[in-house]
């Protein structure tokens, strides 16, 4: 995955605005008293609201707080949480009684500037991790920028993680950015030798880990439950030890890929074994587990050389304890391993809240560069999946070029589909452009669950602005934002031809996208005939001014227009550069006497017609090309491959 240039909260104008901030304020605490035990997590959050606060902003927070199942509950209402703030910032935090009801609305709307609003638990709507398009639509009205700061949370699509992005502009907190820094460099420009030390009871939670890391580290340790799997995939003899069967082949396949890339991959060489899982049982070392134990904990031995890898390390991550640490007499391994990667010189990171908790216990916690504050999400980071928190904010460069497939109505099996996009992402996972696949409407949910996590975006290629009503065999733009579809194209010369699409029902459905969360991608573009009488530029001027009448500007960095000659279209014929060039220069000039000249700045033009992996360099490369809508070009694993790839951040 290419690092995830996004912006930050010191990128964006908070000025006086109103500030939803995504925290996690998801804290331990006491089930009697109601206390809280732990306010790591509070305080975690202190600089980016102190920020805020300092930048005169209004800031309205809001966070889960354990799982409440039903509705609102006392017992997880975030009311300690305001209080223990209130003290932490030295400044009263209001709260709101519900979180986008009739008090949550007045109390944003009287928020002053330097003032701090929490809102109540955003679990207490289950429309939250349904990530529900119109929860997310009234949770952003309550505000004019979004913030998310919520490490925690970030590898969940949730509405108040993700959802909410596609109706305010989103930037990240700095608890994120420091997160992303810290792993980001480590996986991707590591100071080198570069040693994981991975750990857990089981090889199908870190699949995925070991896969993405063995392309990156130089030495990889394994150990804890998850070793003992290894060790029988390579025959030896493991007792009672725990073992996935099911995956003792996937593990094979590993220790191949290990091989093959030239990556140091340690197992245990000896083991603390005993005669039961439990606290009480006596410790033992042994090379050869003998058939009636079980091992509790990495030896002596292994610990030993271990810490000598880890000793040489210039980058350490660690993931999943060694052993058994909860029982003191299987802790050792654990420790051990801990102590070393305190002691040494690397960049350290811990993630994972197993061995995050194992440091903290231990004593280390102050010797090591970075403990993740998100266990699940810095394990997906490691993972090298797309975190959808993440992924939803603005990009540093809202100009990033848009590589988007448009496969018209091809494609529309849903095995074809899956099969085309299972290859595909390799193919384009380290991009650093955009990527999107506008698919047939037959395919959408497939492709949706084969991408997800991954960096490609899925496009409609069609909706109907109503929301519902008597239109035979239409799908509406409400329909595309409850399945999750993040971007629509509209307006496509196709569908003005055949399907008789106007400047008018263009901009509704631009609307009815925008109002649902759906980014749209809007086509425009003339005909060879209005190119030789020479009338395109009053032509696309009109298209533009049609497709954006009442569309606001602070909307617009949801939008892409996809400039699209119709003589070039499926022709083999493309505009020369200069010729694309030309009319992308003239749609921004366009933009910017219809808005501002800053907003046509920031905004995303793509060309379209013809574009294959020859002729992308030289379209890309045009000052006002942003990107390609892609045909024909994008049924091709290798040439779309290349295409999405051309762009070099
Ligand atoms: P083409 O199609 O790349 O096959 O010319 C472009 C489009 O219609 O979007």
Redesign the pocket.
């Known amino acids: 995955m290419a690092i995830m240039s996004k912006k930050t909260v010191e990128d964006v104008n908070v000025q006086g605005k109103k500030v939803l901030v995504r925290v996690d304020f998801n804290v331990p605490m006491d089930k009697d008293s109601g206390m809280i035990t732990d306010d790591k997590r509070i305080r975690g959050a202190l600089p980016t609201i102190q920020y805020l606060l300092d930048q005169q902003a209004k800031v309205i927070l809001v966070s889960h707080l354990g799982r409440p199942k039903n509705g609102p509950e006392d017992k997880f209402s975030m009311k300690p949480v305001a209080e223990r703030l209130t003290e932490l910032l030295d400044q009263p935090v209001i709260l709101a009684q519900d979180v986008i009801g009739e008090d949550a609305k007045t109390k944003a709307a009287a928020l002053k500037d330097g003032e701090v609003l929490m809102l109540e638990n955003v679990r207490f709507h289950s429309e939250e991790t349904k990530n529900d398009p119109a929860f997310a639509r009234e949770l952003a009205d309550l505000a004019e920028i979004y913030v998310n700061d919520a490490f925690g949370t970030a590898h969940r699509a949730h509405a108040s993680t993700a959802g909410v992005a596609n109706f305010l502009p989103g930037a990240m907190g700095f608890l994120i950015e420091k997160e992303l820094n810290v792993m980001g460099k480590a996986l991707n420009d590591p100071a080198r030798p570069f040693v994981a030390i991975l750990g857990g009871a089981k090889v199908s939670d870190k699949i995925g880990v070991i896969d993405n890391l063995l392309d990156k580290v130089d030495t990889l340790l394994i150990g804890g439950g998850m070793a003992y799997t290894f060790l029988k995939a390579q025959g030896q003899e493991i007792g009672l030890s725990l073992c996935e069967e099911d995956k003792l082949e996937l593990a094979k396949t590993l220790l191949d890929k290990a091989q093959e890339k030239g990556v140091e991959l340690l197992l245990p060489v000896d083991s603390v074994v005993a005669d039961q899982f439990s606290a009480e049982a006596t410790p033992e070392v042994v090379t050869d587990i003998p058939s009636d134990r079980l091992a509790m904990d990495i030896g002596p031995e292994s610990v030993k050389q271990y810490a000598a890898k880890v000793a040489e390390a210039k980058t350490v991550v660690w993931n999943g304890p060694m052993g058994v640490f909860e029982f003191p007499a299987f802790a050792e391994g654990t420790r051990a391993v801990a102590k070393a990667v305190a002691e040494s010189d690397a960049i350290s990171i811990i993630g994972g809240g197993d061995s995050a908790a194992a440091i903290e216990v231990l004593g280390f916690a102050d010797q090591v560069t970075h403990i993740s504050t998100g266990g699940g999400a810095s394990l997906e980071f490691l993972e090298g999946k797309v975190l959808p928190g993440i992924d939803a904010l603005l990009d540093k460069n809202p100009r990033r070029i848009f590589a988007a497939g ?1 496969w018209k109505m091809n494609q529309g099996v849903p095995s074809e589909a899956v099969a085309f996009l299972k290859a595909l992402k390799p193919v384009v996972a380290d991009a650093k452009a955009t990527v999107a696949v506008g698919v047939p409407f037959t395919v959408i949910d497939a492709a949706l669950k084969e991408t997800a996590y991954s960096n490609i975006n899925v496009a409609a290629e069609n909706c109907h602005f109503e929301d519902k009503g008597a239109y035979t065999g239409e799908v509406s733009a409400k329909m595309l934002a409850y399945m999750g579809v993040p971007y629509c194209i509209i307006g ?1 010369s196709e569908r003005r031809e055949y399907f008789a699409e106007t400047d008018e029902t263009v901009n509704k459905k631009a609307r009815a996208l925008l109002n649902w969360g759906v980014r749209p991608i809007i086509c425009c573009g003339e005909s060879l005939d209005q190119r030789e009488e020479g009338v395109h530029f009053d032509f696309i001027k009109s298209q533009i001014i049609g497709a954006f009448k009442d569309i606001p500007e602070e909307k617009l960095y949801l939008i892409t227009i996809a400039y ?1 000659p119709i003589w ?3 022709t083999g014929k493309t505009a020369t550069d200069e010729q694309a060039e030309e009319i992308c220069a003239f749609i921004r000039g366009v933009m910017a006497d219809l808005y501002s000249e800053e907003a046509a700045q920031a905004l995303r033009i793509q060309y ?4 294959n992996a020859k002729n992308v360099a030289g379209l890309f490369g045009m000052e006002n090309i942003d990107g390609g ?5 994008s049924l091709k694993t290798v040439d779309f491959g290349i295409i999405c790839n051309t762009y070099q951040g």
Do not use: D
């Not at 379209?608 to 574009?611: H, R």
């Not at 809508?629 to 070009?633: P, T």
């Open positions: 448009n496509h699209e070039a279209i499926g379209g017609g013809s574009v809508l892609v045909g024909g070009a």
